[in-house]
């Protein structure tokens, strides 16, 4: 039987994050409020009545638009596959990657320095936080995307699991620069 083990990151708020929501709100309260100052001002009692119902349109959408930034990814590692899903508003998944941990031919801590030296046809972001030290970062080959890198946040638990699957270069690096 394959073992089993799951972990759910959820993503950082950064200031974008507090941006975008301070913007949808204004789009959802200014666009109602400017079409009933345009009533008063052109004198048309039914802009009002469509400006109220615009207000309960743009209240929904906003919800909708706010919590659809609410983000988080799931590691699963079943047997020696690893999978990547992004959980969007907890009411949609989308699977990112799906990567066996044997093909991982290069693993190392994020560093800036380090991955500007390295050139990838795709970089898969998965992690907690954009840039941070406390990512891995591991490299494989895909057939159609070809060199490409998964940055990700795994827990102490994930890690444990997937070191027996590293091919024997990988454990030996692993162990020999202490990464875990």
């Given at each position: 039987m394959?073992?089993l ?6 993503v950082?708020?950064t200031?974008?994050?507090?941006i ?5 709100i ?11 100052v345009?009533?008063?001002?052109i ?8 400006a109220?119902?615009l ?13 659809s930034l ?31 941990v ?9 560093s ?8 990838f046809?795709?970089v898969?972001?998965v ?9 891995f970062v ?22 444990q699991?997937?070191?027996p ?14 990464l875990?």
């Amino acid at each position: 039987m394959d073992n089993l083990t799951e972990q759910v990151v959820k993503v950082k708020k950064t200031a974008k994050y507090y941006i975008n929501i301070i913007l949808i709100i204004l789009a959802a309260v200014g666009i109602p409020a400017g079409l009933i100052v345009l009533a008063e001002v052109i004198q048309r009692a039914y802009l009002i009545y469509i400006a109220f119902f615009l207000i309960l349109i743009f209240a929904y959408l906003a919800w909708l638009f706010i919590t659809s930034l609410n983000i988080e990814y799931e590691y699963a590692l079943l047997g020696s596959t690893f999978v990547a899903d992004k959980i969007i508003a907890k009411r949609r998944r989308k699977k990112i990657l799906k990567l066996e941990v044997k093909e991982i031919e290069d693993f190392f801590c994020y560093s800036d320095q380090e991955m500007s030296k390295r050139k990838f046809a795709k970089v898969y972001e998965v992690a907690s936080e954009k840039y941070s030290d406390s990512n891995f970062v591991a490299c494989f080959y895909s057939q159609a995307k070809g060199k490409c890198a998964l940055v990700f946040s795994p827990n102490d638990k994930m890690l444990q699991a997937m070191k027996p699957f590293f091919k024997p270069e990988i454990a030996l690096k692993i162990y020999k620069d202490k990464l875990f």
